[in-house]
């Protein structure tokens, strides 16, 4: 490491702007500014709070919602149960981390549709979350995945709903 980087990383470390986290050596871990520390507290509140209003807001359009809780494992081809999370305020491990967020059944005649929802509060995927919702359509798990954006409409927050087809139209290749 060049001597500028390590001084500057003394600089902040004793900085108040910065909280410091040291590793079991002494050294600096990691520096976290502390205002995008509240920044992501009140991005994750948020998230949550809008995950909530689209699980109610597909219950009351007569869908039987429930927490998906596998991912992919792209490089193998594989679904396998997602990673669970340990919170160390309610020191429990946090079941959720799957992708997409939720799976969604409707009675449809005789038969059900399945879908998935991810919910995003901006509508936009990563790289990876968009071959992860290609991967689960070309195996059939879901016979549509649906992205849930939030949108502001006179003040009042809205859910919509975008097909991942639109979205994947949208892409570079």
């Known amino acids: 490491m060049e001597k500028e980087d390590i001084l500057e990383k003394i ?3 004793s900085s108040e702007e910065y909280v410091t986290k040291w590793d079991s050596d002494g050294k600096i ?26 699980r109610k807001n ?3 359009k007569g869908w039987i919602i429930d927490k998906w809780s596998n ?4 490089e193998t ?37 399945v879908i998935g929802v991810e919910v995003k509060v901006n509508g936009t995927l990563s ?10 359509l070309d195996k059939m798990v879901f016979s549509e995945i ?15 709903y975008i097909p991942f087809e639109e979205i994947e139209k949208r892409m570079r290749v």
């Open 11 to 13: 600089k902040k470390a």
């Open 29 to 54: 871990g990691s520096l976290k500014k502390k205002s995008n520390i509240d920044k992501g507290k009140k991005s994750k509140a948020s998230g949550g709070a809008f995950e909530i209003r689209v």
């Open 58 to 60: 597909l219950e009351e």
């Open 71 to 74: 991912n992919i494992d792209l």
């Open 77 to 113: 081809g594989s679904i396998h149960s997602a990673k669970r999370k340990y919170n160390p305020f309610s020191k429990a491990m946090v079941i959720g981390t799957g992708f997409p967020d939720f799976i969604a059944f409707q009675k449809m005649g005789e038969f059900h549709k």
């Open 127 to 136: 790289l990876e979350e968009k071959k992860k919702c290609r991967f689960y």
């Open 146 to 160: 649906l992205i849930a954006k939030k949108k502001m409409e006179m003040g009042k927050i809205l859910v919509e």
